[in-house]
Nanobody, 128 residues
Framework: QVQLVESGGGSVQAGGSLRLSCAAS????????LGWFRQIPGGEREGVAI???????SYGEFVTGRFTLSKDDAEETLVLQMNNLKPEDAGTYYC??????????????????????WGKGTLVNVSS
């Protein structure tokens, strides 16, 4: 069965960095769209970054060049490198996958409701 397991969350000070990883299994990784979403306390789950099988990536507007999304099809891993973290980035970060066929449009991040599979999340704390 499809499994997405996140790791790499933790606590950092503002301006610090974290590297989130998502280990996937149970599906043909190269053919699916993947992404990171986050849920801030009291807020709706929102898209952070998404990637399609062709490697097209789109980021949420709040990312402003601070985060980098990458994937390794051979290792079936999705990585989100987060730099210059801000207190408002704190929340639970989820890895998600969307069944084929799917395509990312540059500059546009999907709503959480289009994703088909979810990990359990990893917590990110950023102190000021």
């Amino acid at each position: 069965q499809v499994q997405l397991v996140e790791s790499g969350g933790g606590s950092v000070q503002a301006g610090g960095s974290l590297r989130l990883s998502c280990a996937a299994s149970g599906f043909y990784f190269p053919a699916w769209c993947l992404g990171w979403f986050r849920q801030i306390p009291g807020g709706e789950r929102e898209g952070v970054a998404i990637i399609d099988p062709a490697g097209t990536i789109s980021y949420g507007e709040f990312v402003t060049g601070r985060f980098t999304l990458s994937k390794d099809d051979a290792e079936e891993t999705l990585v989100l490198q987060m730099n210059n973290l801000k207190p408002e980035d704190a929340g639970t970060y989820y890895c998600a996958a969307r069944e084929p066929t799917c395509k990312v449009s540059p500059g546009r991040v999907w709503g959480y409701y289009v994703m088909d599979r979810w990990g359990k999340g990893t917590l990110v704390n950023v102190s000021s």
